[in-house]
């Protein structure tokens, strides 16, 4: 059967619509219909419910049409596309069980989407395709133990997988090395022998800690991952790195670009003796004696702020770089010390005392300029009726000022090859990768870190290390792209598109996915991404 329009034209110029239910038959001379019954006097939708069921769709009542299991999905599908792109669960293959391996890939993922202590993975997954997208039960418990025992599972693993890394992300030799270290503080004593206490980029002296050193290429992908204890010398890190580079990757030709804190004499004698480049930020106190030992006309040209300034000295190569910004930056900050330095001083001047002691209140007035860092912008004596007094060092200061703005630059990479803008180019990639290190910390929340078993707490920095190099490879094809926006923080408003299915009655309908808002739609389509979203998964 099925709904008829049927026009008739009037003699008055109106045409009736009149809506007939038909049903066909077919008699021995060919196919016939009949009517049913007449419906146009029905309500319009009444009329369309009718025509609509007729043509065989089911149609239920409202308070029985129910949204089913509405998923967090959109950074997840972002996630699942990459991991099939770059080919990462080949790299798994060989580990554990296959739901060892998804719980493996569900803690990577929930390192870029929600990081959390593997007590809280259940909870945070509530609510999301996290079990779905690696593989696993809808209904998956996201244990502790079974987690950890899927974290076991990456030891002895871990140098064929880091190589293979290594061959997708670069299939030509790297030829630009940044190195930086950072460090990772526990809560409790940590595992013995690793937790040491050192000197913490946390700020946190009071806790025990490891020390990450990364190398990576001038993108920020990362190469390598090394986990040291908590109270290595940064100075001795730099020859094992350049032995496993050479062992595990074949790294033989390279420039190595580190910061200050690597550069001693061993270190680039070592660099030198292996026909290695590098390039390496001196202290500021190397810079004044450089300077210091340049002649008057160079000494000059350091007041000419756009250039860099390019020195041979003694047989020795340096750049002298720097800017306005870097200027008002260095400014801002010595005045700051020396008006804290000052008002603690006057602070100290005017508390009364009934018994100076002349040996304790200078001890006192040292340790204060020493916490504010100002104590060598300042001379200061106390008398013997026990007066504080105290004037600024006007010369160094002076001095300092003059030099605002810059920092000294080390290379033994000749002209030829590596120009003065080319050195300046690779230490301001390192400071990109010390920004990276942000990155890997908050937003992937290596600390502070629980564990307790040492192996344990180097396979967590490892699954953290591969969370960042899938982060860094689509970091990289985005920003070709155009895009600025840090990866973790788009794949966590991407989780805003979610996943759900119909529940009609007694029947489930297929999946479908929220609308996704203009806005969101059209940077889905700079990045390529829309396809992702077209249509549901197929389950």
């Keep these: 059967m099925f ?32 009517t049913v019954c007449n419906i146009t006097d029905l309500p319009p939708d009444t009329r369309d419910l009718i025509a609509a069921s007729l043509k065989g769709q089911v149609f ?17 599908a972002v996630l699942n596309d990459g991991w099939s792109r770059f080919r990462l669960g080949e790299l798994f293959a060989g580990i554990g069980s296959a739901r060892q391996r998804g719980l493996l890939q569900a803690t ?42 899927a ?10 997988l880091e190589k293979q890394l290594y061959q997708r992300a670069f299939p030509q030799a790297v030829r630009l090395v940044l190195y930086d270290l950072t460090s990772v503080y526990f809560e409790g004593k940590g595992p ?4 040491q206490y050192g000197h913490s980029r946390d700020h946190r002296s009071d806790r025990p800690q490891i020390i990450l050193a990364v190398a990576t290429d001038t993108e920020g992908l ?17 020859q094992g790195l350049l032995q496993t580079l050479r062992r595990r990757f074949g790294i033989t030709e390279a420039t190595f670009v580190f910061d200050g804190g690597l550069s001693s004499r061993i270190n680039l004698e070592a660099l030198t003796e292996a026909k290695l480049g590098y390039v390496t930020r001196l202290s500021a106190a190397t810079l004044q004696t450089l300077v210091a030992e340049l002649a008057l006309d160079k000494q000059l040209e350091l007041g000419d702020q756009p ?12 750049v002298i770089a720097g800017g306005p910004w870097r200027q008002q930056r260095d400014q801002d900050r010595r005045q700051s010390r020396i008006a804290k330095a000052e008002a603690e001083l006057k602070r100290l001047a005017a508390v009364p005392r009934k018994k100076v002691d002349l040996q304790k209140l200078a001890s006192q007035v040292g340790r204060s300029l020493q916490r504010l860092k100002a104590h060598k912008y300042f001379t200061y004596q106390v008398e013997a009726g026990g007066q504080l007094r105290w004037e600024r060092k006007e010369e160094l200061i002076a001095q300092e000022t003059q030099q605002d703005g810059w920092y000294l630059l080390h290379t033994n990479e000749p002209i030829e090859r590596c120009a003065a803008e080319q050195v300046l180019a690779h230490y301001k990639g390192l400071l990109d990768v010390e920004e990276a290190f942000c990155e890997l910390k908050s937003y992937l929340e290596v600390r502070p870190v629980y564990h307790r078993r040492p192996d344990r707490v180097v396979n967590h920095v490892r699954l953290c290390f591969l969370a960042y190099w899938l982060s860094a490879r689509l970091g990289g094809e985005w920003r070709a792209k155009g895009e600025t926006e840090e990866v973790p ?6 989780q805003t598109i979610r996943l759900g299915s119909l529940r009609m009655g007694k029947r489930v309908e297929h999946a479908l996915m929220t609308q996704i808002p203009k806005n969101m739609n059209q940077q889905l389509q700079k990045l390529g991404l829309a396809p992702l979203f077209a249509a549901p998964p197929k389950s």
């Design 192 to 195: 013995e022998h690793l937790a």
């Design 307 to 318: 250039r860099l300034l390019e020195i041979s000295h003694q047989g020795k190569r340096y």
């Design 3 to 34: 709904v008829q329009a049927t026009k008739s034209a009037r003699q008055n110029g109106k045409t009736y619509v009149s809506y007939l239910v038909r049903e066909s038959f077919r008699l021995p001379s060919g196919p016939r219909s009949r």
């Design 108 to 149: 990577l993922y929930s390192r870029l989407l929600f990081p959390c202590a593997k007590l809280s993975l259940a909870q945070k997954a509530q609510g999301t395709w996290l079990a779905q997208a690696c593989g696993l039960e809808a209904q998956e418990s996201f244990n502790e133990d079974d987690i950890y025992t």
């Design 489 to 494: 923080r788009l794949l966590r408003h991407l």
């Design 60 to 76: 239920l009542p409202a308070g029985q049409v129910q949204l089913e299991a509405a998923l967090d999905y959109g950074g997840l």
């Design 151 to 160: 974290m076991d599972q990456l030891t002895g693993h871990w140098v064929g």
């Design 222 to 238: 990362p190469l390598h991952v090394s986990i040291l204890r908590g109270n290595r010398n940064d100075t001795q890190t730099l």
